[in-house]
Structures are given as C-alpha cells and as structure tokens.
C-alpha cells in the first residue's frame, strides 16, 4: 500500500508560481512510477506530469503538451516526494491537482492505470 499526501496548492495570480508537493508512505517509494493530474470542473483528468527513476541519477520525465516548458517534475527518493515546479500559470491551470503513482516501468498517461491517489490540492490561479 501506498499512501499519498499533497501540499502546495493555492490561489496564485497569473504568471506566478506554484510548488506542489506529494509525500509518499512505504519502503519502495523508488519504484514507482509517479505521475501529476489535474482536473478542473466539468472536465476529464488529465496527465500533466510522469517521472520514473531508473537507478543511480537517471530519470524520466513526460509532460501535457499544456504543460510543456513551464511545468517541470522531480522526485527524491530519499524523501519519498515527488514535486511539481509550475510557473507561468494561467487561469487555464486552474484545478484540483492529484499526485499518483503506479508500479510500473514505464511512464503512463492513462489515469485508470494507477493504483494509489492522493486526495488533491486546489489550485487557482487569477487573471
């Protein structure tokens, strides 16, 4: 089992900054898989960020091509946390934003292929 916990929403004005944080219970945290959703009301969840470790400094990263070039995720394994480092906001990143994580290999967009979910974290961002 896994346990998910984030920190770092809030209201931000546009063009700002924001640092999400997702802290992770369990031993094998390294892993894993880890990967951002947002979701915004009335609309689907969508991929924003994927980062898999693959031993010694190594690391993979995906992004939303809404995402792209402002967004950028990192883990520490040591901690057991995964980030999400999101400037130039606009009002379009306005979401509940959700950390998950899956075993797996690879970095996956599909929602349905996580196992564990955080609760979420409401991000605003004003015009």
């Known amino acids: 089992q896994v346990q998910l916990v984030e920190s770092g929403g809030g209201l931000v004005q546009a063009g700002g900054s924001l640092r999400l944080s997702c802290a992770a219970s369990g031993r094998t945290f390294s892993s894993y898989t880890m990967a951002w959703f947002r979701q915004a009301p009335g609309k689907e969840r969508e991929f924003v960020a994927g980062n898999r470790w693959s031993g010694g400094s190594r690391y993979y990263a995906d992004y939303g091509d809404s995402v792209k070039g402002r967004f950028t995720i990192s883990r520490d394994n040591a901690k057991s946390t995964v980030y999400l480092q999101m400037n130039s906001l606009s009002p379009e990143d306005t979401a509940v934003y959700y950390c998950?994580?899956?075993?797996?290999?690879?970095?996956?967009?599909?929602?349905?292929?996580?196992?564990?979910w955080g609760q979420g974290t409401q991000v605003t961002v004003s015009s």
């Open positions: 998950a994580a899956v075993s797996s290999q690879y970095i996956v967009r599909e929602a349905g292929r996580y196992a564990y």
